[in-house]
């Protein structure tokens, strides 16, 4: 089976992308490690960004997060082009990630590593009640299975704490919410549940751009898929017309939907 580029509009009703990247190209020195990478992305859907290693995602997500900035191309959210010039800066914007080491601290209770640097005052008083209320109520949301928030998360699962996480990166109320591999080095049961808390970002109407490498996890929640390859565009594809053969042949370059050309010894055209 042949497979094309499908429509890039997701399964969920939305007219425009809440975030839109165009033309996106990173050099180091002289290896060109993204050239000319476009991606959408709209409000209540899950896109999952796939490629081999090497493929530009964990430069793509960095940019996201204000980490490295673009040498050229132009990011668009809500209808405005930006500029996220650092960490600090996509936040304010409404883009906030979640990288593979978490960055949770062990021996901090869950609404401590919640509220971190954005603590809740009462008449300049930390007001504890209020964020225990809160970390309660954004947890329900998210169906995650805490036993209780104040609980070091040294003491919880792989999955719980990707479950603070996830968690503590809604507390801003983001647009857009970028996992880096979320599920790596996760049990079955773990993984299922960190799958749920996906869903829930969907149906909570927030944007998803979910980097894996586990082809089963992206087909189980993932609207879209957007394959890269030798930092490029290598087609993008609504999850349900597209089967797992299919994407692996556009990740190992088998089918080629616009990585003809090796980016790292060639000038784009």
């Known amino acids: ?46 896109v999952a960004l796939v490629g081999d290693n090497g493929a530009g995602k964990s430069t793509l997500v960095k940019i996201l997060a204000g980490v490295h900035q673009q040498d050229d191309g132009t990011i668009t959210f809500e209808n405005a082009v930006v500029s996220i010039t650092d960490p600090a800066a996509a936040r304010e914007l409404g883009i906030s990630s979640v990288f593979q080491d978490l960055a949770l601290c062990d021996n901090l209770d869950v609404v401590a590593n919640l509220f971190l640097g954005h603590e809740v005052t009462t008449g300049g008083v930390i007001d504890e009640e209020e964020m225990e209320r809160r970390s309660w109520e954004l947890l329900r949301q998210l169906s995650a299975r805490i036993p209780s928030v104040r609980t070091h998360v040294a003491a919880l699962s792989g999955g719980q704490r990707q479950s603070v996480a996830i968690a503590r990166a809604l507390v801003g109320e983001p647009k857009v919410v970028v996992l880096d591999e979320p599920t790596a080095a ?84």
Do not use: W
Request: proline share 5%; charged share 25%; no cysteine.
């Open 186 to 269: 996760l049990g079955v049961a773990q993984t299922a549940e960190v799958l749920n808390l996906i869903e829930r970002l969907r149906e909570r109407g927030h944007g998803v751009v979910f980097v894996s490498h586990n082809l089963a996890d992206v087909q189980a929640v993932a609207d879209r898929v957007v394959v890269l390859r030798l930092g490029r565009n290598n087609g993008t594809f609504n999850t349900r017309d597209i089967s797992y053969e299919d994407i692996i042949a556009a990740i190992t370059g088998a089918t080629d939907h616009g990585a003809s050309r090796n980016p790292f010894t060639e000038e784009p055209a």
């Open 1 to 46: 089976m042949t497979t094309t580029e499908l429509d890039l509009r997701p399964r969920v009703p939305a007219t425009e992308p809440v975030m839109s990247l165009r033309g996106i190209t990173k050099r180091f020195g002289a290896v060109r490690a993204l050239s000319r990478v476009d991606l959408d992305v709209y409000p209540g859907e899950v």
